[in-house]
């Protein structure tokens, strides 16, 4: 049977908090320390392998470029705003995460007092443009939907894909 490492650490990329939630949860029930990026690089050695999470932008994975130069990442999760589960293949495209690496998607949530920026002016044309289209496929009504909405997503039980693929990982050690 394949011998994994296992990882040392959770590491994450947060903008308005909510991938930083989800770090600090799945860090307690895995008894791993949760670490912002930056912290992380001045922390742990060079190749350590770690979980990782960042939040989606524009289908991208924050940070995950920069913890895969630096650490071996094992598996990662993309805390967007899209419905757990969704934008699975868009995401490991755009981020180009090889097939080797799990990836998850959770779903995070919108907080727009938080976004600064630049962001705020591409999430404003964003909704202006889905607001003005005649007709829009299911997956853009649910995004302008959620737009529309200030709320949070995270919960204990959208961990649950994670924490049975690390079960398995863990147990083919
Ligand atoms: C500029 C911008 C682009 C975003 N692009 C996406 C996207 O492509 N797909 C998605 O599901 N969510 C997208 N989101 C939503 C965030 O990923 C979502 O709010 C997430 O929960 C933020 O995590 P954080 O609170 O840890 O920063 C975007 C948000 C911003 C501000």
Known sequence: MERHELPHAIVY?????H???????LGQKLQLPALALDKAITQL????CVLYLGWIHANRIKGYSRAVRRFSVCAACAVGLCDMGTLLSEVRRATSVPDTIPLFTL?????SGKIKGLDKILIAMLQKGLSAQQQRSAQEERMLQLLQQDKSYVCEENLTGILAWYREYTAER
């Not at 990329?13 to 908090?17: A, D, F, L």
């Not at 050695?45 to 350590?48: G, I, V, Y």
């Not at 779903?107 to 907080?111: I, K, L």
Request: charged residues 20%; glycine residues 14%; aromatic residues 10%.
């Open 13 to 17: 990329t947060s903008n308005t908090g």
């Open 19 to 25: 991938t930083r939630q989800y770090a600090e949860m």
């Open 107 to 111: 779903q995070g949530g919108f907080c």
């Open 45 to 48: 050695p060079e190749k350590s």
